[in-house]
């Protein structure tokens, strides 16, 4: 598997440069993004959510650097699996994943309805202008 893995990590990291090119367009910002494993994403969302199970994508904002917005966390394990379990490409998901975090780190949220509509919205948006379908259509 080493090979695959080898060759999926170089996608997410070509499509990381591509989503960071794109949104740096929309809002002139500076994240970082850290990619794991489920065991440290699960260490992370304890610590931080409470929450001692793995997760796909946390965010974490930052307020203090001006142009500074925060830190994306995704665990390639866990976007590799759903990626499987849903059919879709992985490099596709990852990309979705990454806006999802980066939406965060700009204060969106989806605890609400009426945010959720409103993230969800931006989101499609934005992966539509990467050539990526709708991840909310079945």
């Known amino acids: 598997h080493y090979p695959l893995r080898r060759q999926r990590q170089m996608c997410i990291r070509d499509r990381i440069t591509r989503v960071r090119e794109h949104l740096t367009l929309i809002k002139d910002t500076n994240f970082s993004i850290l990619l794991t494993n489920d065991n440290e994403i699960q260490t992370?969302?304890?610590?931080?959510?409470?929450?001692?199970?793995?997760?796909?994508?946390?965010?974490?904002?930052?307020?203090?650097?001006?142009?500074?917005?925060?830190?994306?966390?995704?665990?390639?394990?866990?976007?590799?699996?759903?990626?499987?379990?849903?059919?879709?490409?992985?490099?596709?998901?990852a990309t979705h994943m990454i806006v999802h975090g980066y939406l965060h780190l700009l204060g969106y949220d989806h605890i609400e309805d009426g945010e959720a509509e409103l993230m969800e919205a931006h989101e499609v948006a934005i992966l539509s202008s990467l050539n990526i379908k709708n991840p909310y259509d079945e």
């Open 44 to 93: 992370f969302n304890e610590n931080f959510r409470y929450k001692d199970i793995p997760t796909n994508v946390l965010s974490f904002p930052c307020e203090d650097i001006e142009g500074y917005v925060g830190d994306i966390v995704l665990s390639y394990e866990t976007v590799l699996r759903e990626s499987e379990e849903q059919g879709k490409a992985f490099s596709d998901h």
